[in-house]
């Protein structure tokens, strides 16, 4: 009989994997967490301890030589999503790389070519379009009950002037579009089930580092507008909010949904600017992280398409390079 649960190896020890991921996957029904790599042994051998993992290695190409593991995640450096998700890939790995996926839409097509050619599975780490929150956004807005959906507001904040956080290192894809502004364009694309004809994009860098610290973007859709701020300094916040021709959708906490209480979606009728027409819907305490490794696991399991397309993975990509170029030209960009 075959074994229900994927054996998942993990290439390296980031935070996001430790403090997150990991923990989340293995409250799922449907992942194993048999393997974690580090180059440094020691830091293996201490997550693993730390985290219940049986396996620690001290290379990363030990871990994809290890025949028991059937996928591998890779929360390494933006840099390193596209390298180390085709070797893992050509190694016969089914791949859940965390976003971005890689450095811009072109770096993320070769991805295209090594799932083809491997015929493995490979998905971009997008947690956030499996919660239930967000697909009964979407249901919601489907249904008609805000009428018709013409504009997306959108905010996602925190302040970070870490000189040593990767998120601040240009070079390695740091700055809050890569980091966060991604999430805004993937939620107004994954609710508009539309990609954006044109963009426009305004920037602020760090004077010392060069990478953008305040972002705000247009994206005009075929069938309306989003609009988004994010940035790495600034006070902590994030929102989306949804907004039809007779009402209106506002996702309380979208993108770092708690695993440790429920999350909730306020759906107002208009009626009131005071919020007496509001609705509140509840959804139970999930862990998306969990929610997300099932999914994918699942589609290896049965066959199916895994949560987050490496097509849908380029398209998003496109989005983000045109905002940088537009933010540079000062004009509208085609993605």
Same mark, same amino acid.
């Given at each position: 009989?075959?074994?229900?649960? &994927?054996?998942? #190896?993990?290439?390296? &020890?980031?935070?996001?994997?430790?403090?997150?991921?990991?923990?989340?996957?293995?409250?799922?029904?449907?992942?194993?967490?048999?393997?974690?790599?580090?180059? =440094?042994?020691?830091?293996?051998?201490?997550?693993? +301890?730390?985290?219940?993992?049986?396996?620690?290695?001290?290379?990363?190409?030990?871990?994809?030589?290890?025949?028991? !593991?059937?996928? &591998?995640?890779?929360?390494?450096?933006?840099?390193?999503? %596209?390298?180390?998700?085709?070797?893992?890939?050509?190694?016969?790995?089914?791949?859940?790389?965390?976003?971005?996926?890689?450095?811009?839409?072109?770096? /993320?097509?070769?991805?295209?070519?090594?799932?083809?050619?491997?015929? &493995?599975?490979?998905?971009?780490?997008?947690?956030?379009?499996?919660?239930?929150?967000?697909?009964?956004?979407?249901?919601? !807005?489907? *249904?008609?009950? @805000?009428?018709?959906?013409? +504009?997306?507001?959108?905010?996602?904040?925190?302040?970070?002037?870490?000189? /040593?956080?990767?998120?601040?290192?240009?070079v390695w894809g740091g700055g809050g579009l890569m980091d966060i502004g991604c999430y805004p364009v993937t939620t107004s694309r994954f609710v508009f089930r539309e990609e954006p004809v044109r963009v426009m994009g305004l920037m602020d860098r760090d004077p010392e580092w060069k990478i953008d610290r305040l972002t705000s973007a247009i994206l005009d859709f075929p069938s309306g507008q989003s609009i988004f701020t994010c940035s790495t300094q600034l006070v902590p916040y994030q929102r989306m909010q949804f907004f039809g021709t007779q009402g209106r959708v506002d996702v309380e906490i979208p993108f770092n949904a708690p695993d440790d209480r429920p999350c909730? @979606?306020?759906? =107002?009728?208009? *009626?009131?600017?005071?919020?007496?027409?509001?609705?509140?819907?509840?959804?139970?305490?999930?862990?998306?992280?969990?929610?997300?490794?099932? #999914?994918? +696991?699942?589609?290896?399991?049965?066959?199916?398409? %895994?949560? %987050? +397309?490496?097509? =849908?993975?380029?398209?998003?990509?496109? %989005?983000?390079?045109?905002?940088?170029? *537009?933010?540079? *030209?000062?004009?509208?960009?085609?993605?």
């Open positions: 009989m075959m074994r229900k649960k &994927v054996r998942w #190896g993990v290439l390296g &020890v980031a935070r996001i994997a430790t403090k997150k991921v990991i923990p989340g996957m293995q409250k799922g029904e449907w992942c194993e967490i048999a393997a974690i790599a580090s180059r =440094d042994l020691r830091k293996a051998e201490a997550a693993a +301890s730390e985290l219940g993992i049986p396996n620690a290695y001290g290379s990363y190409e030990e871990l994809l030589q290890d025949p028991e !593991i059937e996928a &591998v995640y890779n929360p390494l450096p933006n840099q390193l999503h %596209v390298p180390w998700t085709i070797k893992a890939a050509e190694a016969g790995k089914h791949v859940l790389c965390e976003k971005p996926l890689g450095l811009n839409a072109g770096d /993320a097509r070769a991805l295209l070519s090594a799932r083809d050619r491997t015929g &493995v599975k490979i998905g971009e780490a997008f947690m956030v379009r499996t919660h239930p929150q967000w697909v009964r956004t979407r249901e919601i !807005i489907e *249904s008609g009950r @805000i009428g018709t959906l013409r +504009s997306i507001m959108g905010f996602f904040s925190y302040f970070n002037r870490d000189p /040593a956080n990767i998120r601040n290192v240009l909730r @979606i306020f759906i =107002d009728d208009g *009626s009131d600017l005071f919020g007496g027409g509001v609705r509140t819907e509840e959804f139970a305490t999930c862990d998306q992280y969990g929610v997300q490794g099932d #999914g994918f +696991s699942r589609a290896i399991r049965e066959g199916g398409e %895994v949560p %987050v +397309s490496v097509e =849908d993975a380029i398209k998003n990509m496109s %989005v983000i390079d045109a905002i940088f170029r *537009s933010a540079e *030209s000062g004009k509208w960009e085609k993605p």
